[in-house]
């Protein structure tokens, strides 16, 4: 599976859109693109996945530029409850999941 | 989103006792589920991967005497770990991969926290 790199860490406003970039250069045609964080203490969670379209949920939107060399995940308008270390995951339809050391994301009040 | 519960949260143990860890996918057929550890301050590494109704597949470097897995069912594995030492003490997470449109996606339970005394 590729391998990701994301800043170590990030402040963001609150009440500001969150953009956390990934980049996965080494990106395969089958590979998708996964986001996960995790909240201190608790288990990762699910945010949003894609291939090569932008895709948008409840939660966030993620960007995935045509090459497929590198996404963002925005959060439209952080809260404190964002707070929290964000995995960007790249990997085919198989099963494993390898985490990297995500971003730690910090709202500020 | 499917909810994969993990008990128990946080347990105590003395050093050379046998700890077992639960997971269980409450509202989907898990097939496939995994186990994770992770140390303070550090991202989670996998354990292991578990088929229902086959034996465990272990990640390099992993003993799989001592971290022992059964998925006996589609919706129960556990993680039992053996002769529990203080070097074990570490957060360990199980996840469970969903069905249908969401049989690309990982659920992960909240976690639980292992210290061996």
């Known amino acids: 599976d590729a391998k990701t790199t994301q800043p170590t860490s990030m402040d963001c406003a609150e009440g500001r859109a969150a953009n956390l970039p990934c980049n996965h250069s080494?990106?395969?045609?089958?590979?998708?693109v996964y986001w996960y964080r995790q909240i201190h203490s608790q288990g990762p969670q699910y945010i949003i996945h894609g291939l090569k379209n932008n895709e948008t949920n409840e939660m966030a939107s993620l960007i995935i530029t045509e090459d497929r060399k590198s996404s963002t995940l925005i959060l439209p308008h952080a809260t404190l409850r964002d707070t929290a270390v964000y995995y960007c995951i790249v990997k085919n339809t198989g099963n494993q999941f390898y985490f990297g050391t995500g971003t730690s994301l910090t709202v500020i009040p | 989103g499917a909810v994969v519960s993990q008990h128990p949260s946080w347990v105590i143990c003395k050093s050379g006792t046998s700890v077992k860890i639960e997971c269980r996918s409450l509202d989907f057929q898990a097939t496939t589920m995994f186990w994770y550890r992770q140390f303070p301050k550090q991202s989670l590494m996998l354990m292991a991967t578990?088929?229902?109704?086959?034996?465990?597949?272990?990640e390099q470097g992993v003993e799989k005497d001592k971290f022992l897995i059964n998925h006996a069912s589609l919706t129960l594995s556990t993680l039992t770990v053996t002769s529990a030492h203080p070097e074990d003490s570490s957060f360990y997470i199980c996840?469970?991969?969903?069905?249908?449109?969401?049989?690309?996606?990982?659920?992960f339970g909240a976690g639980t926290r292992l210290s061996v005394l």
């Open positions: 080494t990106i395969s045609g089958n590979e998708y």
């Open positions: 996840s469970a991969k969903g069905q249908g449109l969401a049989k690309n996606i990982q659920y």
């Open positions: 578990s088929n229902e109704g086959s034996k465990a597949t272990y």
